[in-house]
């Protein structure tokens, strides 16, 4: 027991030694995108009902680095300012499967191929699904222009600004799900028998089915999906499986699923699973069958794989920058959860109407969360001004005479839910 303990220590510090340089690179390339491609610049993008606006919006998305809970809501914001239905369909499908951190440790961890090839099928998949999407839609008419009023200006200094959002806002939203990944991996390395795939999955078949069953109700975010997959190669799985992966796994989950078919509509919710799921194995039937297989091997010790070009030093200070962010991020969500606030709630009325609401909403998780709520919901007739806080689900809405069916339905349409009026 003690021997097992040891080697998943071991092997979570060499998948971290492994990733670090690449994802803090990463996490600075999304602190650039956000104080300086900020989301009001996207929107204009997207607005047309055209092949170009479903390209945009895919070209867009492959290099954000958003995971899904922060993709669902800026894409359904995206549909609700005039996008169409198809451009925050290549949004949504596109952006979750990759990101300039998940390329990066792509490249560290898998190898360069790879690295290219996993942004390329994000961008084909996104733009297909999207013109699939439009072919079967009537053009949307627009009844407001896209929404600027709210656009959020960078106050003082941009590159602190940039640090700031970086590794604390956007590091703090999917720390959870990078750590998870991170333990995941390392108990596959321990607890699964080397070549475990390649005896006992002799069907190639096998593995994509394995795969892709696994991938569509599970969450796991780009970056975190990659020192999985590179376990499941070392493993035995064959690399287009584990590209199967790596697309199918960030893309869609039970959370994905449920609002696009609910926002978006049913119709438009098979298209998309279609376009993921078949894309993905086309994906690594390519890899698998026609590409030189030369070009998927990794290393079987992960510690050693470093490309040769990055000097120790940097190596082992990012991996103890990040080790020592990830423990501050956790430690923090440990804190909210045990000094999380109680606040007593009642059921919505149909039809009722109160000055100045504060409403629990559930399924805030990230920044990006906050922000789409309190966008929306200055949208509402009568709301002058809304504050989420994405901690504790308390949203206060400053406005007479607010439409509460209206709150509830913008809440819904983004893919959250309002579970009661907040008594003072």
């Known amino acids: 027991m003690l021997n097992y303990i040891t080697t998943f220590f071991i092997e979570l510090w060499h998948l971290t030694l492994e990733m670090a340089p690449y994802l803090m690179l990463g996490f600075l390339f999304a602190g650039m995108l956000h104080v300086w491609f900020p989301q009001h610049k996207v929107?204009?993008?997207?607005?047309?009902?055209?092949?170009?606006?479903?390209?945009?919006?895919?070209?867009?998305?492959?290099?954000?680095?958003?995971?899904?809970?922060?993709?669902?809501?800026?894409?359904?914001?995206?549909?609700?300012?005039?996008?169409?239905?198809?451009?925050?369909?290549?949004?949504?499908?596109?952006?979750?499967?990759?990101?300039?951190?998940?390329?990066?440790?792509?490249?560290?961890?898998?190898?360069?191929?790879?690295?290219?090839?996993?942004?390329?099928?994000?961008?084909?998949?996104?733009?297909?699904?999207?013109?699939?999407?439009?072919?079967?839609?009537?053009?949307?008419?627009?009844?407001?222009?896209?929404?600027?009023?709210?656009?959020?200006?960078?106050?003082?200094?941009?590159?602190?600004?940039?640090?700031?959002?970086?590794?604390?806002?956007?590091?703090?939203?999917?720390?959870?799900?990078?750590?998870?990944?991170?333990?995941?991996?390392?108990?596959?390395?321990?607890?699964?028998?080397?070549?475990?795939?390649?005896?006992?999955?002799?069907?190639?078949?096998?593995?994509?089915?394995?795969?892709?069953?696994?991938?569509?109700?599970?969450?796991?975010?780009?970056?975190?999906?990659?020192?999985?997959?590179?376990?499941?190669?070392?493993?035995?799985?064959?690399?287009?499986?584990?590209?199967?992966?790596?697309?199918?796994?960030?893309?869609?989950?039970?959370?994905?699923?449920?609002v696009i078919a609910q926002s978006l509509g049913k119709i438009t919710f098979i298209k998309y699973l279609i376009t993921i799921v078949v894309g993905a194995i086309a994906s690594g039937l390519i890899i698998d069958y026609l590409l030189p297989s030369s070009w998927f091997v990794i290393e079987k010790s992960m510690n050693t794989h470093e490309h040769g070009i990055l000097p120790e030093w940097l190596i082992w200070s990012s991996a103890i920058i990040l080790t020592l962010l990830i423990l501050y991020h956790l430690m923090k969500i440990l804190g909210n959860l045990f000094s999380k606030e109680s606040f007593k709630t009642r059921e919505v009325k149909a039809g009722e109407k109160l000055d100045n609401p504060n409403v629990y909403v559930q399924g805030m998780d990230c920044k990006h969360c906050k922000m789409n709520i309190e966008k929306h919901l200055k949208q509402i007739e009568g709301v002058e001004a809304a504050e989420a806080n994405e901690k504790t689900g308390y949203v206060s809405i400053q406005g007479e005479q607010v439409d509460i069916d209206k709150v509830q339905q913008q809440v819904k349409d983004l893919g959250y839910k309002l579970a009661g009026i907040i008594e003072s």
């Open 43 to 258: 929107n204009r993008f997207m607005g047309k009902h055209n092949l170009r606006s479903v390209f945009n919006a895919s070209l867009i998305g492959v290099p954000l680095p958003l995971c899904s809970c922060g993709v669902i809501p800026a894409g359904i914001s995206f549909y609700k300012n005039g996008a169409s239905k198809g451009s925050a369909i290549s949004f949504m499908t596109s952006t979750p499967q990759t990101g300039v951190d998940s390329i990066l440790v792509t490249w560290s961890m898998l190898g360069l191929p790879l690295a290219l090839i996993r942004p390329i099928i994000a961008m084909i998949t996104g733009v297909f699904g999207g013109w699939w999407v439009n072919k079967g839609e009537k053009q949307k008419i627009i009844s407001k222009p896209l929404d600027n009023e709210n656009t959020q200006h960078i106050k003082g200094n941009k590159i602190i600004a940039m640090l700031r959002y970086a590794f604390i806002d956007f590091m703090g939203d999917i720390v959870k799900w990078l750590a998870l990944g991170l333990l995941l991996a390392a108990l596959i390395a321990v607890i699964v028998p080397d070549n475990f795939f390649s005896q006992h999955m002799t069907n190639p078949a096998y593995e994509y089915l394995f795969v892709i069953l696994a991938s569509i109700p599970l969450y796991v975010c780009a970056t975190a999906s990659v020192p999985i997959a590179a376990v499941l190669i070392l493993k035995g799985i064959s690399p287009g499986a584990a590209l199967v992966f790596l697309m199918a796994g960030p893309a869609t989950n039970a959370a994905t699923i449920t």
